[in-house]
């Protein structure tokens, strides 16, 4: 490598680690929003996250990345970078290229009218009236829909939105999975909702001690290996996790003291997002490649902990002993049968943030047929309520009583998000997925898993996922992983034999 | 005002509202790192304080910054700006001036050599080796008496460092504050030390539940005035207050199972630092004077609420029976003189931080005349040891058996910190003398106490002291509070009133 190269790859590399040590401040204002300071500072404090955010923007886009990346990307010179400089100098580019196609002035029109929309929403979503959050909506899409124009279509013109959370995914891939996915869970969903075989879920809804609770939470955390010197568990409304620095992956989770699962599972799927963090090579430390892949592939690690392993009868075989050690009183007359199947009942329902690991995809499969809709067959955001309210009909057999547990419950389109919502269901399949070859490669797994022993699991994901962190992208990882693309077969499987045998159909 | 001149005084504002974000933010991160962040991310972490730092010092000094100060201090300008925007300018340029007559590379050097000095006065206070860390404080003194030199020096070569903490502050008012301050204190000290009465502590070193310690702290803080929607109580090593925007002062405090008094004492005493910040006018907010005047100044808060108002007996009639209640098994027998006379007693001491409000002064008297010595008449750093333990024996009648109880016990020198210690017994003076003011203006006071009504002393102390932040400076802060300038007596009375009572002298 020449002394020029070497100077300039060095000077991109800072300018890298600048833009983290801003990411990670701003991340840290936002944590301590979540988790406790205190409600009179919130409107400087937001001013002090904004002006930060704007620095960082700026370095992104400014004159020295584009000088240092037109530099690297010439031909000698790229040729002889590493494959993970490529990547970074590549990701940095598409970046780049994405914000300087549209003009600035249409960033900050839509940055107002989104941050107008989301307050609109919430008054909107509480009194149920989308007549007043339409014309919000129907604005974003519109700019939205501009955007795409200015980033340029793929395939179709909703697919420009599909890649942005996940690289090269597109509608043709999608509609093919999502149909082969539906055809089977559909059926599945009928079945267990015409079964007599009912769990019952009382018994979760007792008062429980919330310092208890929390005990647990960070033992089952321990368990499942993540690291309490480079993290912290802390309590929020919403319960997440967030990377502030490779030593430094925090996770909240909410408690209830009338719900026993709920901080359990928020706990496992939080932790299941921090250990891909945690573990990711420490060589990628410091560059913006040191983050989960995409939005799907990190949601797949979540949902892997928390349903494919924290939803199994093998972990409770070993933990719920453990479990009704810390809640004699409440679960001493409850069998381990009795609380595996509370805890894997399916239902139809309203709202997606509610719903079992079988009907959620349904959930997601409507929303992304609804999206597909607005920006590849010009559907008029007014007849959104209709559109709906007949697909949650069709597919889950249920109707909105009103609009705010209808197309108003979900945050997202406020904001803009359009083509986010696929990455839960992807997490899904490529959990599914990623499991069936663990199960392969790792024989006695669920015998580890019997015994307690987790270890063995992490260190099969941290070599499988984790490792690589942004490094690969999720099309190439799930290839290297399994041997093949995106295959929904493998959570078609999955529902079907678990729920199968607890339904006894 | 011009319609130029409101336009640069807004970009002024800007910049400054700019630097205040950056400091909220660096605020955040060393608070998180004091509170709980993980181990293992302190190491990047420390990286992207640094980062941020730079970037406030650049803004501070850059060619944005000196453009609009002299613009803005051209007479005319100048004269059509409010007192207010008149007093932030000239603040902005004195740190201005101050920064640019330090070459850059100079600053950078001593910026290394504490940073060393520090990890090095670590070890050496830890095994008591003076000789190992001599070289390092022999550098910072030489440093820091080149950067007199740069700086300016005032009427002597240590006015210059006092003048850094306290304005206007100068080795002849000090000489004479302390030397009559001396004159009464140790004829005290001696009086106590020959008394027979000797109060009983042992009873406040019984083992004590934290969590109802902390509850305590956290009903003692609300009594205060300290607004828990605007702040909030963390527990650390050392206890600190931290304004990180004028809706955000947060206190921390530190528990000992085994000693009631330490988490309480130092909860009044952040406390009281947060009232400070708690209670700026809002149309300071924003700009750098939203914080304390000087050190001696936010010193006084601290220690009128800790010690005058804290400490008082007046203050333990109504709160000693709640905190019994907090504690019935170790109270029970301990009556409300014995706790009072517990909580003053008075002790030769080598420790600073562990000394009494009476001993205390002669702790940092000590340290003056020795600062003073080094800079004003050339005491060599290697006869630092036999200075600091004669004048130890005078003041205290106390020898260190090792300089790691000498003179290596404080942390400042080794990072170059020369100057500051005065504040800390400015502060009493400055309590006291405030105090006096507060009992002629406001004569039921002592009955308000007693009552628990603390509400009416935060008052008063906000309309003449917390609401003007730094825009006034604290010599005409305390001439405007109590009508003449700091005046020792009031210490001295205050301390003589009290302990020939508690001593019976």
Chains 1, 2 share one sequence.
């Not at 196609?101 to 009194?127: C, D, G, I, M, N």
């Not at 799927?269 to 410091?286: M, P, R, T, W």
């Not at 389109?413 to 499991?435: E, H, K, R, V």
């Not at 994901?461 to 690969?472: A, I, P």
């Amino acid at each position: 490598m020449s002394q020029q190269l070497q100077a300039k790859l060095e000077q991109f590399l800072d300018l890298n680690k600048k833009i983290k040590s801003y990411n990670e401040a701003i991340g840290l204002l936002h944590w301590d929003m979540s988790t406790g300071a205190p409600r009179k500072g919130i409107d400087t404090r937001s001013e002090t996250i904004g002006m930060l955010s704007s620095e960082a923007f700026k370095l992104q886009t400014s004159e020295e990345m584009k000088d240092l990346i037109s530099f690297l990307k010439q031909e000698n010179e790229f040729a002889a970078l590493s494959d993970v400089h490529q990547r970074l100098i590549n990701d940095c580019k598409k970046e780049l290229d994405r914000t300087q196609s549209v003009p600035a002035e249409k960033v900050r029109e839509f940055s107002v009218l989104t941050a107008q929309a989301q307050a609109k929403w919430e008054v909107a979503k509480e009194k149920a009236d989308f007549a007043s959050f339409e014309p919000y909506l129907s604005r974003i899409v519109a700019m939205q829909s501009e955007f795409i124009d200015y980033y340029g279509v793929k395939d179709t013109r909703y697919d420009t939105l599909l890649d942005m959370y996940e690289p090269d995914l597109t509608v043709e891939k999608l509609d093919e999975v999502f149909s082969r996915l539906k055809a089977r869970i559909v059926p599945l969903q009928e079945a267990i909702s015409q079964s007599v075989h009912k769990p019952d879920t009382s018994f979760l809804k007792q008062s429980f001690d919330i310092k208890q609770q929390s005990e647990f939470s960070k033992y089952i955390l321990k368990e499942m290996g993540y690291d309490f010197e480079a993290g912290r568990l802390d309590e929020s409304v919403h319960p997440f996790a967030m990377g502030l620095n490779p030593g430094d992956v925090r996770i909240t989770t909410h408690y209830y003291d009338t719900d026993v699962a709920s901080a359990i599972f928020s706990s496992l799927h939080e932790g299941g997002h921090a250990l891909y963090e945690q573990n990711i090579d420490s060589n990628l430390a410091g560059t913006l490649l040191a983050e989960g892949t995409s939005m799907g592939i990190h949601e797949s690690q979540s949902r892997l902990w928390e349903n494919m392993i924290g939803r199994s009868r093998a972990f409770w075989e070993h933990y719920y002993p453990i479990l009704r050690s810390y809640f004699p009183n409440q679960l001493e007359n409850i069998s381990l049968d009795q609380f595996y199947e509370a805890i894997n009942k399916v239902e139809s329902s309203l709202i997606r943030i509610e719903a079992d690991e079988l009907t959620y995809n349904l959930h997601i499969i409507i929303r992304y047929e609804i999206e597909k809709m607005l920006f590849n067959e010009q559907l008029d955001v007014k007849d959104l309520p209709q559109v709906w309210n007949e697909k949650y009909k069709q597919y889950l057999g249920v109707t909105p009583p009103d609009d705010g547990a209808g197309l108003l419950q979900d945050v997202h389109w406020s904001g803009g998000d359009f083509g986010y919502f696929a990455s839960y269901s992807l997490g899904n399949m490529y959990a599914a997925q990623i499991m069936n070859t663990l199960a392969k490669e790792l024989p006695e797994y669920e015998n580890y898993i019997k015994e307690g022993k987790l270890a063995p699991l992490k260190e099969w994901l941290t070599d499988k996922v984790y490792q690589y962190g942004k490094s690969r992208k999720p099309s190439e990882l799930i290839v290297a992983i399994t041997g093949e693309e995106l295959n929904p077969d493998y959570l078609a499987n999955y529902l079907e034999n678990k729920y199968k045998e607890i339904y006894k159909l």
